[in-house]
């Protein structure tokens, strides 16, 4: 399983490695290696960061990450780890994991999400009203960054101001989850949501933080534990809907042509939106710990290993996704894990599908023809230790 003769980049002479850290992992670089990866070396090894396995094959990741027996994830979401903190549910396997999926089953479910689309709406119309008659806008200050914070905010009894405090510890943790100082982030944070408890339990609303304190009276889950979920809740809720929205809105801005083409039949624009979601996976890779020896290709993944879980790589897999290189609109079915898969697959998909459907449907109506205006800036290398995959900078006009 170490690859043998074919370990190496044929480009650079160098051992094909998966660096979810290192500075040379720009997106076009990435997908180069994942090609050659899928191709010579589907489970290669790196030896940084303790040792693990790189899975970039779709079959083998997407095999993992449905069984959670043999593929925990309790070893974190991090490589290395960047606290000593674990983040309810996505660090942890069952049964425990079911507890915490109830707690946040208000707030995940498919009729939660259709209950907010009137907010939503009204969100992405007042969004648009701001800049529409400027004839230009950037769209990730202006649209893809605060649509989610403002969902969140609706959602959890917020004001703007604590919008204002979860932006900004997620760029904070954003810029040190590949270094130590990742910890002191979250748990200035945990600390920061163990306070709205105590001012929830105080004064409870008709909203998600209160709910979820009301259904934790009998499962009787730690302060400490639901703040390092709400961390996690936060920071990936809205900032994977933004790089997910950003990737979206990026493409139609390069490519104006395909506008009427669909608008003319709204119905093709969710069928879309899942193809710009495959082909721009907003999140490359998850790890797993393997809890006992696991066959994989032509070799072994002892127990107590760590494995990486590539699904940027899965997505662009040719032998699932016939031109799996190109963005095919129309592509049915569509098997992509941009989302993941199993147990862990992201608990809040149908709100962030919500999001994004009503504002790129909204955005073809309102602003036809928008289209790149300036320089765009994107998520390069990737960043979040080497995780996400979005767009900083996104000018149009129209």
């Given at each position: 399983m170490s690859c043998d003769q074919t370990e190496n980049d044929t480009a650079t002479g160098e051992a094909l490695v998966f660096d979810p850290h290192s500075p040379e992992l720009t997106p076009d670089r990435a997908y180069e290696l994942y090609s050659d990866l899928r191709?010579?070396?589907?489970?290669?090894?790196?030896e940084k960061y303790g040792g693990y396995w790189a899975l970039s094959r779709y079959d083998d990741v997407k095999a993992a990450a449905t069984d959670h027996k043999r593929f925990s994830s309790t070893g974190g979401v991090y490589v290395p780890a960047v606290s000593e903190h674990r983040f309810p549910p996505i660090d942890f396997d069952p049964p425990e994991h079911a507890k915490f999926r109830k707690l946040i089953a208000p707030l995940t479910s498919s009729a939660a999400a259709k209950q907010m689309e009137p907010a939503i709406q009204a969100t992405v119309n007042r969004l648009i009203d701001s800049f529409i008659d400027t004839g230009r806008a950037e769209l990730v200050?202006?649209?893809?960054?605060?649509?989610?914070?403002?969902?969140?905010?609706?959602?959890?009894g917020l004001h703007p101001g604590q919008a204002n405090d979860i932006r900004e510890y997620s760029l904070e943790f954003l810029e040190h989850a590949s270094d130590s100082r990742g910890q002191a982030v979250v748990s200035r944070v945990c600390d920061y949501w163990m306070k709205v408890f105590d001012e929830r339990r105080q004064n409870p609303g008709d909203d998600f933080i209160s709910e979820l304190l009301k259904i934790n009276f009998d499962l009787d889950v730690p302060d400490e534990m639901l703040a390092n979920m709400m961390f996690i809740l936060t920071y990936a809720g809205h900032d994977s809907t933004a790089l997910g929205l950003g990737n979206t809105l990026l493409y139609l801005a390069e490519h104006p042509e395909v506008h009427a083409h669909l608008l003319e039949d709204e119905s093709r624009i969710p069928v879309a939106i899942d193809e710009i979601l495959r082909f721009h996976a907003p999140l490359h890779w998850f790890p797993r710990v393997a809890t006992e020896d696991v066959p994989i290709a032509d070799g072994v993944v002892k127990a107590g290993e760590r494995i990486m879980l590539l699904f940027g790589s899965a997505n662009r897999d040719t032998e699932v996704f016939p031109d799996a290189a190109e963005i095919v609109l129309d592509r049915t079915p569509n098997r992509h894990l941009s989302f993941g898969a199993g147990i862990h697959s992201c608990p809040g998909m149908p709100l962030a599908k919500a999001e994004i459907r009503i504002a790129v449907t909204t955005m073809l109506r309102r602003l036809p023809g928008f289209h790149i205006d300036g320089e765009v800036e994107r998520t390069s290398p990737l960043e979040g230790g080497g995780r996400h995959l979005g767009v900083r900078h996104l000018p149009v006009t129209w």
């Open positions: 191709a010579t070396c589907p489970v290669a090894r790196g200050e202006q649209m893809s960054i605060p649509l989610p914070l403002d969902v969140i905010t609706q959602l959890y």
